[in-house]
């Protein structure tokens, strides 16, 4: 093989090379941005992007395996056994050590676990209560709330500012992931956890908990279970 020859496979090789290693970045150019996508519902199914779906959810709560290494894990193998959504709880005794502080960090952080399962490619059916039951003490609600005046689970005023403080924070990183907004896999959003409301008071804080979610920016579809 002449040295000329020799060259130009070289050069060839090393062109070929870069173009690998570039490709990458020139595709996240090319990449169209995040778009919204709409989600309605009737007596029928859930209707994503203008098409019926059947969701079949499992259950994946993640301060129930405080190591985000091992989320991927579990939701891939969902993901491969067939599951299309994933429903997850929001606990708030466990990022709410004390009123007004709140840890989304670390094993906490559930921006990551979010973002996750839109990798992985399920829905996220997401219940931040904020009594979610779960077989959890106090249902989830956090030790300090016990403390603080006010029937929970009503409009009593203390409870109902307690929880609009929960719900803020928690609320700001469920619509950070809202597939409405091209931006995550979140489809649905429910209030509370069964709640069977009966009279006026339990009616008004149910209200409300709708009221906070929509003034917080959730833009999916909200509903509750009794």
Known sequence: MSRSVRALLVAAALSLAALAVGEPAANAARRPAPAPHAIAFDKYS??????????????????????????????????AEGYDAVSMYFDWAYHSPESGVYDFSGVRDMDEALEIARQVGLYVIARPGPYINGELDSGGFPGWLLTQAGKARTDAPDYLAA????????????????YTNGTGSVILYQIENELAATGSGEYAYLQNLYDQARRDGITVPIFHND
Do not use: N, Y
């Open 46 to 79: 859930l209707i994503i992007g203008g098409r019926r779906t059947f969701v079949w959810s499992g259950e994946f709560h993640p301060f129930r395996l405080p190591s985000p290494s091992l989320w991927r894990d579990v939701l891939e193998k969902m993901k």
């Open 163 to 178: 929880v609009d403080q929960w719900l803020t924070r928690i609320d700001a990183v469920i619509a950070r992931h809202q």
